[in-house]
Each structure stands twice: as C-alpha cells, then as structure tokens.
C-alpha cells in the first residue's frame, strides 16, 4: 500500500477499539473508546482539511469480495459508480448504531448511482453472519466478510467503524472513522454532487 493510502484510512493497531474476548471492565472499553474517538476525529479534520485544499486523487487499492449472498465485487467492477464502503464488526457499539442508520438512507434517500458496501471485519465468520441474519432490517445492502482482514489491510483500516469513499475512478476521496457519517460536511457535500 503507498504512503498516501495509508494518510488517508490508516490508523494505529492499538485504535482498534475494544475486541471480541476483551478482559476491560465495560468502564474502561467505553472510556477508551471516547477519547480514541475523540482524537480521531480531530486527526480526521486535519486530514480532511489538506485533502480538500491540494491533495491529488489517490488511487484506492485493487480488492476483490464475495458478499453472503455470493456477488462479487472488485474495484474494477465498481468503477463508473461512486461507493461507499464501510468496514464494521458485530462487537462495534458504533456499528450497531450507524448501520440502522445507513439502512435508513440507503433504503429512502440514496442517490441511485451511489453504491454501498458494508465489509465485515475483525470477527468470526459465524458471528457476522448471525448478526446480519439477526439484523434483516439493517442488512438491506450488500455485505461481505473480509477473511484474515485482508481487504481492511489492503485500505489500511484497524478501527470500526472506518467509512471510505470511492469516486466513480476508483480514487479514495474521503475516510471517516466512527460515528456520526451523516454529520461530516465533506460527506454530505459528497452527496449533493451525486444529487
């Protein structure tokens, strides 16, 4: 992966957020998810100031993914539509609140040419496909598991949830990491030029 990828969607291994089979009392998780939120979210502003002011298109990495119901998908095949793709796991306090609300808007407002991909990650196959067996409300798009979590490497993504978008080139165009998508201004101007 260059060095601009990585500026873009990396975070360090220790900001993954709490992990299935963490020995943290729930105090300490959410603690430390706060202020690991906190300073992502200010590492985001910085970078999401540059990106907009100079910053060269960056190529996203070539993937290919199988989703549960057997479509396939590669950066090739998803050239010529914008997508959003969103690494998440079961275990995510975030995910479990902002994938309901992706479902929302996939479901009442997304602009058609808009595709969206959800990448589970970070967890058992079983235990994704329970929680999106569990979950049929939210799983209304398309939704694959990342095996060895060898697409999140290939875009650099250790933390849950990560939201990166792919213009209709292929190029990397914006990363979000956390909650509140729907609050990030570079997103919802993403969104009105789809409009």
């Known amino acids: 992966m260059n060095d601009r990828v990585k ?34 979210a200010l590492g985001s502003l910085v970078f999401l100031t540059s990106a907009v002011d100079a910053a060269p298109p960056v190529k996203a990495p070539e993937f290919e993914l199988v989703t549960l119901d057997g479509q396939r998908y ?44 959800t990448i589970a990650f970070a967890d058992t196959r079983a235990n994704v496909e329970n929680y999106v067996k569990d979950n049929p409300k939210t799983f209304v798009f398309p939704t694959a598991y990342d095996q060895e979590d060898q697409i999140a490497q290939k875009f650099g993504v250790s933390a849950t949830p990560t939201f990166v978008v792919m213009n209709e080139h292929g190029d990397l165009t914006l990363a979000h990491f956390g909650a509140r998508l729907n609050q990030n201004p570079q997103y919802q101007a993403f969104l009105e030029s789809l409009r």
């Open 74 to 117: 590669s950066k090739d095949s998803l050239r010529g539509q914008p997508t959003l793709l969103v690494f998440w796991a079961p275990w995510c306090h975030f995910c479990q609140l902002e994938l309901p609300l992706l479902a929302k808007f996939y479901r009442e407002n997304k602009p058609d040419q808009l595709r969206i991909l």
């Open 7 to 40: 500026q873009i969607v990396n975070l360090t291994p220790s900001s993954r957020g709490s992990q299935a089979g963490s020995h943290e009392e729930p105090v300490g998780i959410w603690i430390r998810e706060i202020v690991l939120r906190l300073m992502v």
